[in-house]
């Protein structure tokens, strides 16, 4: 993707949307608060090294950090408060703008938007636009890629003339991220015509010169390679007249970047035997000669997607800044540009399973494992209630500090033993308390994969899953007794439903279940009276699709749930590891009507929560300097020898199979 030179991207945007007035204001109805997988952990930034100083190989780190600190990684923030109004009629303002490119006479920006919804579910509403950039007012931006069709990751030629990208084309996307095939495709930069297929099964496009193009292919023997394309664009019709392998098999090779003001040198990311580290190495084409860039400096740490600068004096990179380095400490919820302002505003927080007390004065979540309150305004920091594996998290609505959850693993069977919960904070309401006593109740007996606590409005009951009649159905049973003071079957099928939660009105039970392809790993939103009648499902995404956690809106008119229904925003391979980077958060009204997207970007987007509570739309930081900043991990898919289910079990907060 992207990271690269989003950044400038970011404030390009920005001024082009700050032109407009701000929106009147009316009183938000609330605020949603979601997951996304290690993100809070990132805090990327651009460095360079002059390429000269590879050869000398001397000790003195000539590292230059180009970002000033603030993540230079995602557009979707920090949001500016209140959000602008977009400009455009097509722009939304909360789209991913990506891989900007400047055509050499500066006069127009070629990047990747998603502000325009694809045709159909399931695909990426990634595609290429050129705004140009000389004229004032500015013009409306122009869609290069075809209607139906998505681009991921373009490059400009040198001459500005021509534009590659990499596409999914027809074939599409297969469901998971390694799955993702493209071919490169060029068009002509000015109005997107004469777009012609140049090299199939093939992604990253990078020009050397208007003759040559570099980009990256997973071959047959299971490593990522870095190929040359020689092209011919003087017919009319573009041609690649030859491909060639540049690096070898036996370590991978990938997102390549060249310069014409560097010739004869690519710069690559590298993931070699042995090393568990995402690496830069610029090759010397003419001698074959491997340049470490990265590994001499920063031996434990990843760094993604090079650059050579146009004068060919720098090779650049994205790498974790750590501690240390400057910057501001993670944020425990970070504003993210809501859609509609006036009915939500919207956090990303760093834990999963979010959820508010009724009084939206508190959230909780999880660590996987630990469970954790924290102050919605962040104050006092976040108190740690139990260290055992615990998911998700609901609060009792008439019972003060009462929070629901389940204990045991995660994405494990039917029979494995995990049980529903009552966790008593003992603090009544005030929320600062160091003296509380906290005391848990097993609610749930016989540990049949007993999960997803969500309670009814009135107190009285709690609905959930289990797994013990073999398969994962609804039950409901006494909120505040358990099992012990009643229970009873709300649904029952061969299949599994799961993630159920009840409408604050108490007429709905909204679950997700695979009972339309049952063990097939594609999910749907379903609902469900309590009393087991008027059954429906809600949403859909296509019949592969995913879609998960759903929560109710205060009004209980509406659901946020995470869904596959958008695909992946950018080539997968240029993140750091998500199980699922195509969950991305969706509202839509409970008759099915309103589908609409709140995320754009390319990581795993999950577990959302809605608060009828307004949470002011500004970031909030952790009070303690976390462990683990910069402990994220690269896509296990590039590890050749490993099971990508052992993986895919461990901890997807998104909407894996046999949640
Ligand atoms: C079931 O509950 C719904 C919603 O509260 C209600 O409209 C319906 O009449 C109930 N049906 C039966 C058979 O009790």
Not at 271 to 284: L, M, Q
Not at 405 to 421: H, K, L, M, Y
């Amino acid at each position: 993707m992207s990271m690269a030179r989003r950044r400038a991207a970011l404030l390009f945007v920005a001024l082009l949307l700050l032109f407009a007035a701000s929106p009147a204001l009316s009183a938000a109805a609330g605020t949603i608060v979601f997951t996304t997988l290690g993100r809070s952990r990132y805090a990327f930034d651009i460095f360079a090294l002059p390429l000269n100083h590879l050869a000398l190989s001397s000790s003195s780190s000539p590292e230059l950090r180009l970002t000033d600190g603030i993540s230079a990684l995602e557009l979707d923030s920090p949001s500016p408060s209140p959000p602008p109004t977009p400009l455009l009629p097509w722009s939304d303002p909360a789209a991913l703008r990506d891989r900007p490119t400047l055509t050499r006479d500066g006069s127009r920006l070629i990047y990747v938007s998603t502000a325009l919804p694809a045709a159909a579910p399931r695909r990426s509403w990634a595609a290429v636009y050129s705004t140009r950039i000389t004229h004032s007012p500015a013009h409306a931006p122009r869609r290069l890629t075809p209607p139906g069709v998505a681009d991921f990751s373009p490059a400009v030629s040198p001459s500005g003339d021509w534009t590659a990208a990499a596409s999914p084309g027809a074939a599409g996307w297969a469901g998971e991220v390694q799955d993702l095939r493209t071919d490169l495709y060029v068009f002509r930069t000015s109005d997107g015509s004469r777009r012609t297929l140049l090299v199939e099964d093939a992604g990253w496009p990078c020009w050397a010169d208007d003759a040559t193009l570099f980009f990256h292919r997973r071959d047959a023997d299971g490593w990522y390679g870095v190929y040359r394309a020689n092209i011919d664009l003087s017919h009319d019709a573009p041609s690649s007249t030859s491909v060639e392998r540049i690096t070898p098999p036996g370590f991978h090779a990938f997102t390549p970047a060249a310069s014409p003001g560097a010739p004869g040198l690519v710069a690559v990311a590298t993931r070699r035997p042995g090393s568990d580290y995402r690496h830069i190495e610029v090759i010397d084409l003419t001698s074959g000669t491997y340049f470490e860039v990265t590994r001499p400096l920063a031996p434990r740490a990843h760094h993604f997607n090079p650059f050579l600068s146009p004068d060919g004096a720098r090779v650049g990179y994205h790498r974790c800044r750590g501690s240390g380095n400057g910057g501001s400490p993670p944020l425990l919820l970070e504003s993210i540009r809501s859609p509609a302002p006036d009915a939500f505003s919207l956090f990303r927080i760093d834990g999963s399973y979010p959820s508010f007390s009724p009084d939206g004065k508190r959230i909780a979540f999880v660590g996987l494992p630990g469970l954790y309150v924290v102050n919605s305004d962040g104050s006092g920091g976040r108190k740690k209630i139990f260290s055992g594996n615990a998911f998700p998290t609901s609060w009792d609505w008439k019972r003060k500090g009462v929070i629901y959850t389940s204990v045991g693993p995660d994405f494990a069977s039917e029979s494995t033993e995990v049980d529903v919960v009552a966790v008593s904070l003992g603090d009544d309401s005030s929320s600062s308390s160091s003296s509380s006593q906290v005391s848990i109740k097993k609610l749930t007996v016989g540990g049949k994969n007993n999960a997803f606590p969500s309670p009814s409005p009135d107190g009285k009951w709690l609905v959930f899953r289990s797994g013990r009649s073999g398969h994962k159905n609804l039950y409901i049973m006494d909120a505040e007794d358990g099992e012990a003071g009643g229970i009873r079957r709300l649904t029952d099928g061969p299949w599994s439903d799961t993630m159920c939660n009840w409408s604050p009105d108490g007429e709905w039970i909204a679950f997700a279940s695979d009972r339309h392809n049952p063990g097939g790993g594609s999910f749907s939103i379903y609902m469900v009276h309590p009393n087991s009648t008027g059954l429906r499902r809600v949403v859909h995404s296509a019949d592969a699709g995913r879609t998960n956690h759903p929560w109710f809106s205060p009004d209980s008119k509406s659901l946020v749930f995470t869904s596959d229904l958008a695909a992946v925003s950018a080539e997968p391979i240029s993140n750091p590891h998500h199980y699922q980077p195509y969950g991305e958060i969706f509202t839509i009204n409970i008759d099915g009507s309103g589908l609409r997207r709140l995320t754009h970007n390319s990581f795993e987007d999950g577990t959302p929560a809605w608060t009828p509570y307004f949470v002011q739309p500004r970031d909030v930081s952790e009070t303690l300097q976390a462990s683990g900043m910069c402990a994220f991990e690269d896509c296990y898919w590039l590890d050749i020898d490993a099971q990508p289910e052992d993986h895919g079990l461990r901890y997807a907060h998104g909407n894996k199979i046999g949640c």
